[in-house]
């Protein structure tokens, strides 16, 4: 069985079994030749016209392992059509993800941009810029799966108040329904957006929700840019009551560097790197031979997508 993964994960890859022969890549024109008689292959990007061109071309691909959760930008017609199995690494980076959301929210609560500024410009500041805390907050968490999840556990250690929001809420107090978010969103200083990407939750956040928060409160997205209308947002971080917003995503991504969103007040975007740690490549390279080692001895694969 020939393989084609990313050249990255060469360090992590180090129990496949016999007979398996690996075509090592970087980048997409490598992977382009490297998939051309591969049967599986392993996904380190997301641009839909990407994948259409790989499906077009590697005509023996029996299996294909994405790093990423989000399914919306992959071809699932293309793999149903080609009889394709498809993996996913969900799950995976639920906990990194976390962090960098109470990272976030902790550079906000002490406006810590600002201190780094300052820094820039050797400039020692009379008095803090952000008084701020954590502690004694009110977060509500837009999709309470993984993530949601993960991030409640680290916020709860901080003194925050966590309200998680799911499709089919259980019988906690702590949880409640997508009917009843909105009427409460007032409540809340940090509202994390954490739902997956669907047809239905395209622009879940506009302005009518924008305008409901609490006065000061700030606006986390880790999961898709275009969940949040972005006209709206940056309307509410120039003019309205909004403390300010974090995005580890944008739609599109990356931003053109003359958007006018990098330039709203109390801003911090990311690269779409919440993710990124060295754990989280190790673990997703354990997953793939999980499911590679299941698939050859007949077993159900640990995290099937379709």
Same mark, same amino acid.
């Given at each position: 069985?020939?393989?084609?993964?990313?050249?990255?994960?060469?360090?992590?890859?180090?129990?496949?079994?016999?007979?398996?022969?690996?075509?090592?890549?970087?980048?997409?024109?490598?992977?382009?030749?490297?998939?051309?008689?591969?049967?599986?292959?392993?996904?380190?990007?997301?641009?839909?016209?990407?994948?259409?061109?790989?499906?077009?071309?590697?005509?023996?691909?029996?299996?294909?392992?994405?790093?990423?959760?989000?399914?919306?930008?992959?071809?699932?017609?293309?793999?149903?059509?080609?009889?394709?199995?498809?993996?996913?690494?969900?799950?995976?980076?639920?906990?990194?993800?976390?962090?960098?959301?109470?990272?976030?929210?902790?550079?906000?609560?002490?406006?810590?941009?600002?201190?780094?500024?300052?820094?820039?410009?050797?400039?020692?500041?009379?008095?803090?810029?952000?008084?701020?805390?954590?502690?004694?907050?009110?977060?509500?968490?837009?999709?309470?799966?993984?993530?949601?999840?993960?991030?409640?556990?680290?916020?709860?250690?901080?003194?925050?108040?966590?309200?998680?929001?799911?499709?089919?809420?259980?019988?906690?107090?702590?949880?409640?329904?997508?009917?009843?978010?909105?009427?409460?969103?007032?409540?809340?200083?940090?509202?994390?957006?954490?739902?997956?990407?669907?047809?239905?939750?395209?622009?879940?956040?506009?302005?009518?929700?924008?305008?409901?928060?609490?006065?000061?409160?700030?606006?986390?997205?880790?999961?898709?840019?275009?969940?949040?209308?972005? %006209? @709206?947002?940056? =309307?509410? $971080?120039?003019?309205?009551? *909004?403390?300010? !917003?974090?995005?580890?995503?944008?739609? /599109?991504? &990356?931003?053109?560097?003359?958007?006018?969103?990098?330039?709203?007040?109390?801003?911090?975007?990311?690269?779409?790197?919440?993710?990124?740690?060295?754990?989280? %490549? @190790?673990?997703? =390279?354990? $997953?793939?031979?999980?499911? *590679?080692?299941? !698939?050859?001895?007949?077993?159900?694969? /640990?995290? &099937?997508?379709?």
């Amino acid at each position: 069985m020939r393989l084609a993964v990313p050249a990255a994960l060469r360090d992590h890859l180090t129990r496949l079994p016999a007979g398996v022969d690996v075509a090592w890549y970087s980048g997409f024109d490598e992977c382009r030749t490297a998939v051309a008689d591969a049967e599986v292959l392993w996904i380190d990007f997301f641009r839909r016209v990407q994948i259409e061109t790989l499906l077009r071309e590697a005509r023996r691909l029996r299996w294909i392992f994405s790093r990423g959760a989000g399914m919306d930008r992959q071809p699932l017609d293309l793999f149903r059509e080609r009889g394709l199995t498809l993996t996913n690494g969900s799950g995976l980076a639920a906990g990194p993800i976390a962090e960098s959301l109470v990272l976030a929210m902790l550079a906000a609560a002490k406006r810590f941009p600002d201190l780094v500024r300052a820094q820039d410009r050797r400039e020692w500041l009379p008095r803090p810029p952000g008084l701020g805390e954590l502690q004694g907050s009110r977060a509500l968490v837009l999709g309470y799966g993984a993530i949601g999840h993960e991030v409640a556990a680290r916020l709860r250690g901080f003194g925050v108040d966590v309200v998680g929001v799911r499709r089919h809420p259980v019988e906690d107090p702590a949880v409640i329904g997508p009917d009843e978010w909105r009427a409460r969103l007032h409540e809340f200083d940090w509202v994390l957006v954490t739902v997956a990407s669907t047809a239905s939750t395209r622009h879940l956040v506009g302005t009518a929700e924008l305008a409901a928060m609490k006065p000061g409160a700030w606006l986390l997205n880790v999961t898709r840019g275009w969940i949040i209308d972005q %006209r @709206a947002l940056l =309307a509410a $971080l120039r003019d309205g009551p *909004l403390g300010g !917003a974090y995005l580890d995503v944008t739609d /599109p991504e &990356p931003l053109p560097p003359d958007h006018p969103l990098l330039q709203a007040p109390n801003l911090i975007v990311l690269p779409h790197l919440g993710s990124a740690t060295h754990a989280t %490549r @190790a673990a997703m =390279a354990r $997953l793939a031979v999980d499911n *590679l080692l299941a !698939a050859l001895d007949g077993r159900p694969m /640990p995290n &099937p997508a379709t």
